[in-house]
């Protein structure tokens, strides 16, 4: 069983940064395959970007150029560093981690993923 815990989130205003933290234990990230998925009130949740055990990456379009992925294998965290929000990445994101048997191509995928965290609330308001 791996356990994971996001933190990092908050209050921040249009065009501000925020990072968020990916805690793992229970087993090492070093293997998996890890992404961060959003779901904001009514809406389904997204795929936001994923990083590979050799540290590939892949990024959803919504994303692509203002948030980047990254992980310490060292410390078993992952992280997002989230640049010029918009009130429409407001939403509870989510870490999720696979069994480290995956394959790239499910990367979109929430099944692909076995472990959650519980969430960590971002809203982007003046």
């Known amino acids: 069983q791996v356990d994971v815990v996001e933190s990092g989130g908050g209050l921040v205003q249009p065009g501000g940064s925020l990072r968020l933290s990916c805690a793992t234990s229970g087993g090492t990230v070093t293997s998996r395959l890890m992404a961060w998925f959003r779901q904001a009130p009514g809406r389904e949740r997204e795929f936001l970007a994923c990083?590979?055990?050799?540290?590939?990456?892949s990024y959803a379009d919504s994303v692509k150029g203002r948030f980047t992925i990254s992980r310490d294998n060292a410390k078993n965290t992952m992280y997002l560093q989230m640049d010029t929000l918009q009130p429409e990445d407001t939403a509870v994101y989510y870490c999720?981690?696979?069994?480290?048997?995956?394959?790239?191509?499910?990367?979109?995928?929430?099944?692909?993923?076995?472990?959650w965290g519980q969430g960590t609330q971002v809203t982007v308001s003046s």
């Open positions: 990083i590979r055990r050799d540290r590939a990456t």
């Open positions: 999720a981690a696979d069994r480290g048997t995956s394959i790239w191509s499910a990367r979109y995928e929430a099944s692909t993923y076995a472990y």
